[in-house]
Structure formats: C-alpha cells, structure tokens
C-alpha cells in the first residue's frame, strides 16, 4: 500500500510540473512576437540533424582536448610496457610514443588521422596542460632530492658532477661554433645558442638514473651513494644554469640580464630564509598525521603556484619555482610521501604524457632527410657522450675511483632522458632552437637514455664483475631458504614455514627474506625508510621465532626474473613465495568454482609470440606466479596462505612417482618442527611402486609416532580442516585443480613444491 501511494504522489508531482511547464512555454511563444525571432528551419531530416549535432560536438575543443589524452594516455602506456619488457626505463617508451603520434610516423602516413587528432588549433590547449603536468613532476623531482646527502657526501660528487657539467657545456659551445651558421634560427645570436647547446649537452635525468641505481641493487653501495650525490648536485647546478642562461637569453646580453639574476637571487635567499622556515613550521605540526587536512595541503599548493609564478615572471621559468619548492619542502618523510603520492600519480600517469607527445608533434625525424644531416646528428650524439660519459669517469678516476666504478659513473650520468626533453622544449619555445635542431637533440636524448643499461651491463662484463646484493653469510650455510614476499601478512606465514623446516638445525640453516619493488614505485629520498617500515613486521616475526634472518631489499623492472636470478646466485636450496592474484587471470576462489576472468593481458601476448604459452595453458596461477615459476631452475614452494599459524598436522596426497621427492621435506618438517604427516595413498601409488614405498617406509620406521599412510575410504568428515598444511607437487596441483575436486573447498593452506 505504502509503495503504491509513492508511485501515485511520484507521477502526480512529475506529471503535473511536466504539464505546467509545457503550457508556460506554449503560452511564451506569443511573447515572441515583435522581436525579429526567426525560427531555426532545415531541410535535413531528423537523423541529418542528429548527425550534424554530432559532428558539432566531435569538433568541440573539450571533446578533442579529451580523445587526445585518451588516445595519449593508452599508447603511452603501450610503448611504456614494450620497453620495460626490453630492460629499458619506461620513459623511453613514453618519448617513443609522442614521436609515434606526431608528424614522423602517425603525421606522415595517417595525415588526415593526425590533422584530425591534433588540429593546429588545439595544440596551445594541449601545450599548457603538459606544462602543467611538468610544474607538478618538477615539484616531485624537488622533494626526490635528499640535500641532506648533499651535506655529508659532497666532497667527491661535487668534484665529479661540476666536471660532468663544464667538460659537456664547453663541447657543446664549441659544437656550437661549426653548426650555427647553418642550423641557428634567424635572428639568434650566437651567445644565446651556444649557451642553449652546451646546457643542453650538460643534462642529467635524475629520476632515470636514481631508479637504474635501485634496479642494479647498488643503492646501498659507495657506488651507488656516490652517483647518487653526484647525479643531485648535478641537478640543483644544471638547473640554476638554465635558469641564467634563460637570462641571458631573453635579456639579450650577459650584462642586461644581471637584472634578471639579481632577482632570481633575491627569490631564492627569499625561499630559503623565510618560506622554507614558514612550511617547516608547518610540517612539524602535522608530521605525525597520517593525512593532511585540505587546507594544510592548499598551503603547500598555493606556495607551489606562487613560487612557479614568480620564476615565470622574473623571467626564468616557472619550471624553475617548481622545482626550488619541492627542494625546500619540509625534510619530513611523511610529509614529501603524501605529497608525491598525491602529486605523481596525476602528473606521471596523466599529464606528463601530454608533454611526450607536444614534444613529439614538434619532433619531425623526416625533416633530417640528408646523409650530411645525418652525420651531424651522429657528431651531436658523439660529443653528448664524450662530454658526459669521458668528462664524469676521468673526474671520477682522478679523485680516486677504480677503473669500473668511474666508467659505471660515466654511463650513469650520460643519461639524459625526460630533463634533456625539458631543456629542448624551453629552447624551441625561446626560439633558440630550430626544428632540425630541436630533432636531432631529441634523438641524442633517446640514444644516450637507451644506452645507459647496455653500457653498464658492457662494462660489468669487462671487469668480471656483477653487483653484490647477496650477503656474504649466506654461503656458509648448508641448507639455504630463501623466501619473497610482497606484503608483512604473506612474509609471516612464509617465514613461520620456513622456520618450522630448520628449527633444529638453525647453526647449519640460513633463512633470507627478499623483497623487490617497482622501482617506479620506490623514490630514492625514502628508500632506507621503505626498507625498514617493509622488514620491521618480519624482523619481529623472527625474533618471536627466534629465526636469524638475512634480508634483502632491490627495487625492479622485472620482478620474477630477479627472484630466479637471486635464487641462483644465492645458491638457495629451497624458494618459498606466496600465490598471487591478478587481475587477468581471475582469484583462485574463481578458479576453484569453475571460472575466470579473462582479460587480454600483455605478458601472455608476449608469451605466444616467444613460445612460452603453451607451457601454461590453462594455469591454476596468476601471471605473476606463473612466471616466478617458468623462470625458477632452484626447488621453488608456492605457499597458498589461509593464515599459516602452525604447522602441527601435515596433509601428503601422493598421486604418482612423480611425488616422491616430497617425502624429504616432509621429513624436515618431523625432524625440525614435530609435525605429525598423513600421507594419502591415492589409487594404490604407494603400494604399486617400490621407491616410494620404500620412501615412506623409512620414514614410519625413523617416526612411527609422527608418520602415518592412508587410503582414501579411511578420509573421515572433517579431516582436512584439522590439517594447518597440505603439501603438494606442481604437476599433481594442476591436475587437482583441472579435475575440480571436492577437496579444494576444505583444503587448509597448501604448499605447492616444484622440484
């Protein structure tokens, strides 16, 4: 009744409003007259009309604004991927995929698809949304800088780093001096391009590099802390450079553009004496908050803002004002986490590729059409990398670096990536580069970004020598676990398993926790702090287990090849991991109840093609672990966690000889933990092969309190919900999950072992 009332008082108030509005209008029309309305009459049909109302509304800036950052944004994304899977920092791909989209590729055989999806007309609205997108990355770059680093380390770097600078700029000048006659814009004088060219030669991409050291497992070494600094000191002074040398270049001379520098110098003692006090006063009031209240964040913002819009003004770019305010930001970790994972996402993911791409619109590969352009471009490259990979390794060499490490610091800091990018953009939009120009500098900044992991991996080939993340300890150990975890939860089931199969033998044993993140995920700045907030859970585990714990921490581009390439190296007996879930693949939970998500994914495209994909053709696994375990030559264990408390009752269904092996670890775990092991004898297996009878055998005999042998008639209700683990083959696995067995709706947690 109640439901029937508010349907009659729904349709009675909509339907009598609906009909006093039709008739005010009806009744208006007569007030039309006298006022020269003329009715809009056509002669296209209805459908014409729709059609000609869509294409209206296809051609609005805002819907052309919007296909461009979709079709940006996926392709982008596409091009980022191919790369990684190459080895190859994703921001390569990304650069790529502007090129890909503008004038070089889409432009020249699409035309008409390019002259649609960037019209003339809408590149100055794609232009300043990209620039808005590098404010909010120069911002992140900023806070990424550790100055604190600067302090106590900067004897050797800033020796290294000034050299890696001034040895490139003066080759750039000089470069300079035989091209510009031909290659300078009309009307530029030669100061303002030479200074232009030899900045540009003179960059380091500090973010890239920062994240091949993480990827290369050589944060923690000298190494490591000394690019580091080298590559921070090398920013802060580049970018002051630039900021100069937009001075001069706009006052026209060196002595009318002290003006300018007299007041960016004024700016600067101004942000560092008065607004850096003022957001540190603010940033320990809330230090210890795990959020910010929006007007706390709206300050940082609006000091953001001003900082970019007075650099602007000024006359040095406001890129410059972005970047002096993530410097000065509170050196609170908390405070620079929230803001760059506020910030980086939107600006990286984005509108940074909107950047890529008006880079790649202005980048016209067709326009060197010439051996002899060519040929420049080659000498371009050539003095790039003689003056940042020669300059830096001879700095390092001379202030007492070995041979390898100097070299290794000159491959690093010739990386130029997305801050060469920067630099070519404010140059052409100054009018100092041409467009040949323009491109030849975008395609040195490809080639010395690309050959950066190529020329460590060269010169660790010469000097027979890898990077050491595995710890010396481990190699005196007679039986080695080495267990990875992405999350604390899964990591203390793991650890708790891999304790109860050494408990007793703990002097002989060694026990490694690895953890590896995407390196675009880590930032160098809190790279200790991440460590620790990641092993802390762990580590308190192990002294609850009283387990001595080893641990290993590597930012990645490719996670599973770095657990198999460190399970080798370590020489590991045994690899413990948790099943992951993916997105692509469906939970477990789906596969157990007989279905699955099925998403294109890459990683299996990439699989057909290489030939990998039958190996797994309907996996019971993620992609993740289903890679781990392509890749994994040492015996790898894929815990399925149901919250691993204890491992007292132990669950062995044996289905074949093949099973046989799992007879030792279950032996471990009657030795080292006092676990009591049923094994289950299913279709008479253990009655009908001789070895694993006599397997088991021995094992009653050593243990005939903790070991006992089962048929499946004497499974009782309710047994295997007593059990806390099932240990299983890979091989017997697949076919238990493929036969759809009532088991797997009451199996405790399950160790899945591959020989």
């Known amino acids: 009744m109640k439901n029937f009332k508010n349907a009659l008082f729904y349709f009675g108030v909509t339907g009598g409003f609906i009909a006093l509005m039709f008739w005010i209008v009806s009744k208006g029309k007569s007030l039309e007259i006298g006022r020269n309305v003329i009715a809009k009459t056509s002669s296209d049909s209805l459908f014409g009309q729709f059609l000609n109302s869509l294409v209206h509304n296809l051609e609005h ?23 990684r899977k190459i080895g190859q920092p994703s921001v390569i791909g990304e650069i ?23 019209p003339v007309e809408s590149l100055g609205n794609l232009q300043f949304l990209s620039q808005i997108g590098l404010i909010l990355f120069m911002f992140v770059i900023g806070m990424e800088l550790d100055l604190k680093v600067l302090k106590n380390k900067a004897n050797e770097a800033v020796v290294i780093s000034h050299a890696s600078i001034v040895f490139p700029f003066a080759l750039g000048i000089g470069l300079s001096y035989f091209i510009y006659h031909k290659f300078a814009p009309e009307g530029i004088e030669f100061l303002s391009f030479s200074l232009f060219m030899g900045i540009a030669m003179s960059i380091t991409a500090f973010p890239v590099l920062a994240r091949i050291v993480q990827e290369r497992g050589i944060h923690k070494t000298k190494l490591g802390t000394i690019v580091i600094t080298c590559a921070a000191a090398d920013d802060i002074t580049a970018w002051c450079l630039l900021a100069a040398v937009i001075a001069i270049v706009k006052a026209g001379t060196f002595v009318s553009s002290l003006y300018i520098i007299l007041l960016a110098t004024v700016y600067v003692l101004m942000m560092l004496f008065v607004v850096k006090p003022f957001l540190k006063k603010i940033g320990d009031l809330y230090a210890k908050r795990d959020n910010l209240s929006k007007p706390v964040v709206a300050i940082f913002l609006l000091t953001l803002i001003i900082s970019s819009y007075l650099t602007e003004i000024i006359g040095i770019h406001a890129l410059f004002g972005a970047f002096m305010t993530g410097a000065i930001m509170p050196d609170i970790i908390n405070i620079r986490k929230i803001f760059i994972e506020k910030v980086e996402d939107v600006a990286l993911i984005l509108l940074l590729p909107l950047f890529f791409v008006f880079t790649g619109l202005r980048t016209q590969i067709g326009l060197i059409n010439d051996p002899y352009l060519w040929k420049i471009t080659g000498l371009i490259i050539l003095v790039a990398v003689v003056g940042k990979f020669v300059g830096s390794a001879l700095a390092a060499r001379f202030v007492g670096q070995n041979w390898r490490d100097s070299l290794t610091i000159g491959a690093l800091m010739n990386t130029r990536g997305l801050m060469e990018l920067v630099v070519l953009n404010i140059g052409y939009d100054l009018g100092v580069l041409s467009a040949e120009v323009f491109t030849m500098m975008v395609i040195m900044a490809l080639f010395t970004t690309f050959m ?9 080939y010469f000097f027979k020598r890898r990077e050491v993340i595995i710890p010396n300890e481990i190699s005196n150990s007679s039986f080695k676990i080495l267990i990875s975890f992405g999350n604390n939860e899964k990591g203390k089931s793991l650890l708790r398993l891999a304790n ?27 790279l200790e702090e991440y460590e620790k907030e990641t092993f802390e859970p762990i580590l308190d585990e192990s002294k609850i287990l009283n387990q001595e714990l080893t641990t290993i921490f590597k930012s990645t581009i490719d996670i599973e090849t770095d657990i198999a390439d460190i399970a080798v190296r370590g020489g590991y007996d045994l690899v413990l991991v948790g099943l992951g879930k993916s997105i692509f693949e469906g939970s477990f939970l789906g596969k157990v109840l007989g279905f699955t998500t099925r998403i294109i994914n890459p990683d299996r495209l990439l699989d057909k093609f290489t030939g990998k994909e039958g190996l797994f053709e309907n996996s ?17 264990g894929i815990l399925i966690d149901k919250d691993l408390v204890k491992v007292d009752e132990i669950f062995l269904p044996i289905f074949g000889t093949e099973d046989t092996f799992l007879i030792e670890y279950a032996q471990k775990l009657v030795y080292n ?22 397997a088991i055998t021995a094992l009653e005999k050593s243990y005939p ?14 047994f295997l919900l007593k059990q806390d683990l099932m240990i299983i083959s890979l091989e017997s696995w697949k076919n238990l999950v493929d036969s759809q067995s009532v088991w797997l709706s009451n199996i405790p947690s399950v160790l899945i072992i591959k020989p």
């Open 61 to 83: 800036p805002l819907a052309i604004l919007l296909l461009q950052i979709i079709t940006i944004i996926i392709v982008a994304r596409f091009f980022g991927w191919i790369f």
């Open 620 to 636: 019971p696994f993620d992609d993740r672990t289903r890679l781990v375990i392509s890749k994994t030559k040492k015996p790898l």
């Open 705 to 718: 309190e903790k070991t006992a042998t089962i048929d499946e008639s004497q499974m009782k209700a309710g």
């Open 500 to 526: 109860s199969f050494i408990k007793k033998q703990k002097e002989n044993s060694n026990v490694t926790a690895l953890h590896l993140s995407l390196s675009d995920e880590v930032h160098s700045y809190n």
């Open 96 to 118: 790529i995929a502007g090129i890909f989209l503008g004038p070089s590729v889409v432009g020249m055989y699409m035309p008409e698809y390019s002259a649609m999806l960037f």
């Open 452 to 460: 950066t992991g190529p020329a460590i991996d060269v010169i660790n």
């Open 673 to 694: 933990n006092d676990s009591k092991v049923t094994i289950l004898d299913i279709n008479n297996q253990v009655k009908n092969n001789f070895v694993i009878e006599n």
